[in-house]
């Protein structure tokens, strides 16, 4: 397994963006596809965004398209969360996460995940 570590949350007005990122220790980051997931209060665990180890697929869920971008560098064992045009609605902890597999059903199921970060709190603001 790999153990992750999300920081860059925080509170935000509307419109406005954050860059969230995961550090993550151990053997083999570059092989790992990796996400973002999040979770209202009171609400189930969904997913945000997905990428494949060597970054030649992104997934995203459909609310945040054209707005959200995830990326990673396997030099630094990080993967980012860029935000932007944020909304009230996007509040939420968010969640990094890491596990082997691939395509488009593989990501966006929290099951599939073998290695969750604690999560960052993502407030926006009205």
């Known amino acids: 397994q790999v153990q992750l570590v999300e920081s860059g949350g925080g509170l935000v007005q509307a419109g406005g963006s954050l860059r969230l990122s995961c550090a993550a220790s151990?053997?083999?980051?570059?092989?790992?596809?990796m996400a973002w997931f999040r979770q209202a209060p009171g609400k189930e665990r969904l997913f945000v965004a997905g990428?494949?180890?060597?970054?030649?697929?992104?997934f995203y869920e459909d609310s945040v398209k054209g707005r959200f971008t995830v990326s990673r560098d396997n030099a630094k064992n990080t993967v980012s969360l860029q935000m932007n045009s944020l909304t009230p609605e996007d509040t939420a902890v968010y969640y990094c996460?890491?596990?082997?597999?691939?395509?488009?059903?593989?990501?966006?199921?929290?099951?599939?995940?073998?290695?969750w970060g604690q999560g960052t709190q993502v407030t926006v603001s009205s």
């Open positions: 990428i494949s180890w060597r970054s030649s697929k992104t």
């Open positions: 996460a890491a596990g082997y597999g691939s395509g488009s059903f593989y990501y966006p199921a929290s099951e599939n995940y073998d290695s």
């Open positions: 151990g053997r083999a980051f570059s092989s790992y596809a």
